[in-house]
């Protein structure tokens, strides 16, 4: 069945660490966006891709990176830089132009 | 500025009631796309509809209703008859063309909504 797998679905880091959070695509979208979620914050966009090896900054980019080396994958690094990092993190693809997103079942970041 | 206004927070309904969750846009874009969402508590968003600003036409899917009207810039999402299993979080999203050609969405604050038995 084609969909989005992230992974893991719970992940606990320590004060400056490093995590990357896993997103895997086989519905052949171009497109792939990730997202942050808060209680009472809605959805704000991280980065998105459109393309291989092309990605652009989205709302709240800052202490994050991602990277595109294949259309099916696109993983996303929570630094250290990033201050305030637990949240609900979801992945989503698209095809594209204005079709609407695929997502995944997202990843529950905690600081500990 | 693209943005989403669902001005509720959270709804409590009793099974069987109707209830309509608002939603208000903002755009500058002549072309757009309007969706709705819905989380369950497994934390995935689903797909309910997608509506493109040239077609105003209201729509029914079973027990859920969208009323799109572009001159006050609103799509209310109507559940007939609720049941438990629709208790989720409720996200209205606007599409933002990019420049490369693809989209972004713009979501609302989303609201909860419970349904008791």
């Known amino acids: 069945d084609g969909g989005i797998t992230q992974s893991p679905k719970y992940l606990f880091r320590k004060e400056g660490q490093n995590v990357t959070l896993s997103c895997e695509q086989n519905?052949?979208?171009?497109?792939m966006y990730w997202y942050r979620q808060d209680p009472g914050q809605g959805l704000r966009l991280i980065y998105y891709?459109?393309?291989?090896?092309?990605?652009q900054k989205g709302d709240i980019a800052e202490g994050y990176s991602v990277s595109r080396e294949k259309k099916e994958s696109f993983p996303l690094t929570v630094t250290s830089a990033q201050k305030n990092p637990t949240a609900f993190y979801l992945c989503?693809?698209?095809?594209?132009?204005?079709?609407?997103?695929?997502f995944g079942s997202g990843t529950r970041l905690t600081v500990v | 500025a693209q943005k989403v206004t669902q001005a509720q927070t959270e709804i409590s309904v009793v099974e069987k009631e109707d209830v309509t969750l608002d939603c208000v846009y903002e755009?500058?874009?002549?072309?757009?796309?309007l969706f709705w969402y819905k989380q369950p508590p497994s934390g995935e968003l689903v797909f309910l509809i997608r509506?493109?600003?040239?077609?105003?036409q209201n729509e029914i899917s079973g027990r859920y209703s969208w009323n799109f009207q572009k001159s006050t810039s609103s799509f209310n999402f109507t559940i007939t008859a609720s049941q438990v299993v629709d208790s989720a979080v409720y996200f209205c999203?606007?599409?933002?063309?990019?420049?490369?050609?693809?989209?972004?969405?713009?979501f609302g604050k989303g609201m909860k909504l419970t349904v008791n038995p």
């Open positions: 891709s459109q393309i291989v090896n092309d990605f």
């Open positions: 989503a693809s698209s095809m594209v132009y204005l079709y609407g997103y695929t």
């Open positions: 755009t500058r874009d002549t072309t757009y796309y």
């Open positions: 519905l052949n979208h171009d497109a």
């Open positions: 999203a606007l599409s933002v063309a990019t420049q490369g050609g693809s989209e972004k969405l713009v």
């Open positions: 509506r493109n600003s040239f077609d105003e």
